[in-house]
């Protein structure tokens, strides 16, 4: 009987890992766990515990209990609070483990985030497509004006604005050229919820564009004239 039962146990723990690792949390599970990616806001997330079923997200289950909240946290049972905001997947998983080795010997954790959290930002001014965007997984500065289409050759690239929603008054100055030219990211700011991001003209004047046009207007005209 105890033989059954263990065998049991091991192959209900063996399927809550499979679960894990084929990413049926829901049906929703992402490739999401690169290196570089790191958690926020949003993020929803899959945590399989083969030790503890009743701490595991359900493989059959349509949502998961364990969201990134906007204050950063996740709550997990017997664990409590982690800050799991700017945590790659494996670095939380590492605090996931810590947490529950008080009271599991050598837990086996597998996590995976099964739907990206979300922010809307607004892209106005220089860009090919101003307007609302909704920016999952990558939350900077560049992938905003990559969601715009990238700027325009109007775009002033010393002279871009980035204001918050909760502070209107302060517009952050980037230097876009900066970025572009040495790849200096420490302007590429992660964007917040209701952020606005406000590229300026350089007022660059394109010959082709804004003159030749006037040019050949003047030219058809003078030669309207001369052939009345």
């Known amino acids: 009987m105890n033989g059954s039962f263990h065998g049991g146990l091991q192959m209900k723990k063996t399927l ?21 990616y790191t958690l926020r806001s949003g993020d929803q997330l899959s945590i399989i515990v083969a030790q503890d079923e009743t701490i595991s997200t359900s493989p059959t289950a349509n949502f998961t209990p364990y969201v990134v909240r906007p204050d950063g ?6 664990v409590g609070e982690i800050y799991a905001s700017g945590m790659t997947v494996a670095q939380f998983t590492d605090t996931v483990k810590a947490g529950l080795s008080k009271y599991i010997v050598d837990p086996d954790v597998a996590v995976n985030i099964v739907k990206w959290g979300s922010v809307r930002v607004y892209v106005f001014g220089e860009v090919h497509k101003p307007g609302a965007y909704e920016l999952t997984k990558g939350h900077t500065v560049m992938d905003a004006i990559g969601a715009a289409e990238g700027f325009t050759w109007d775009t002033a690239k010393k002279k871009i604005f980035l204001i918050h929603q909760d502070d209107t008054n302060k517009a952050i100055p980037i230097h876009l050229n900066d970025m572009l030219k040495t790849g200096n990211m420490k302007e590429n700011y992660t964007l917040r919820e209701g952020d606005i991001l406000y590229l300026t003209k350089n007022g660059k004047i394109s010959f082709a564009r804004d003159i ?4 050949s207007g003047a030219y058809m005209v003078s030669e309207i004239k001369d052939n009345n």
């Open 16 to 36: 809550l890992v499979m679960a894990a690792a084929l990413g049926l949390a829901g049906g929703l599970a992402l490739s999401a766990q690169a290196e570089d």
């Open 73 to 78: 946290k996740v709550a997990i049972p017997y």
């Open 212 to 215: 030749a046009p006037f040019l």
